[in-house]
């Protein structure tokens, strides 16, 4: 799965830190980025992308299709 983040819809609310923090970090203008797509299972991604409350982050299967939002 690939995980990326929109950073005009990210507000740096951190939800998706708090529930994958090796998968996320915020960065010094107070938006995620991926520290690491592989440190977390697809469950804990999907759970961190429906947490964030501006579906900021896109999740794409391997063949590059949009599984979320
Ligand atoms: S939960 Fe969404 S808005 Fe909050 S930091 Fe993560 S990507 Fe950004």
Redesign the pocket.
Known sequence: MKVK?DRE?????????GIAPAV?K?DSEN??IILNETAADDDTILN?AE????Q??ILEDDQGNQIYP
Do not use: H
């Open positions: 983040v819809l990210c507000i740096g609310a951190a939800n998706c830190v996320f915020i938006k995620a961190a947490a964030c409350p501006t900021a982050i």
